[in-house]
């Protein structure tokens, strides 16, 4: 059995899907950040089968929820205070996503006025469809 320890203070990110937490981890920065993280990947699961966890012990205010909200609004987001749960959130598809995709449309402003914030509007929500804020250009996920 592996056992993981606690978390004082900080988040534990539940039923990822199995494999997405590498994705999850590159799109949130933790590697830019100066905080432990614990990436639990194939973990047995009644629910899904199989799922990946992620524990990141930081402050509060260091995780955008939009992203995670965009990866997968599946996760359940666990905010851990004084070692205890305090509250638990669910995620929903974000109306919009700022400097967190970008752009891949050469004619796009963007592409010139690099300084502008990349920002993604959801046009459909139930195919999951993001396009550019200017120049409407459709977001491929991966």
């Known amino acids: 059995m ?9 988040f534990v990110l ?3 899907k199995a494999g997405k937490s590498m994705e999850i981890y590159h799109y949130l920065g933790l590697d830019k950040l ?5 990436i639990i990947k194939n973990a047995k699961s009644n629910k899904m089968g199989r799922k990946d966890i992620i524990k990141i012990e ?3 205010d260091v995780i955008n929820l939009e992203v995670l909200g965009y990866i997968d ?5 666990n905010i851990i205070h004084d070692s205890t749960i305090v509250d638990k959130k669910q995620l929903t598809l ?3 996503i700022k400097n967190v995709l970008k752009c891949v449309n050469p004619r ?16 459909d929500e139930k195919k999951q469809i993001y ?3 200017y120049c409407e250009e459709k977001y491929n996920k991966m």
């Open 2 to 10: 592996l056992n993981v320890g606690s978390i004082k203070e900080g």
């Open 14 to 16: 539940d039923h990822i």
């Open 34 to 38: 100066d905080c432990q993280v614990a």
């Open 58 to 60: 930081c402050p509060i």
């Open 73 to 77: 609004h599946n996760i359940t987001v």
């Open 94 to 96: 974000p109306k919009s």
């Open 108 to 123: 796009c402003i963007t592409s010139i006025e690099q300084e502008l914030d990349q920002i993604f509007v959801l046009t």
């Open 131 to 133: 396009r550019c804020r």
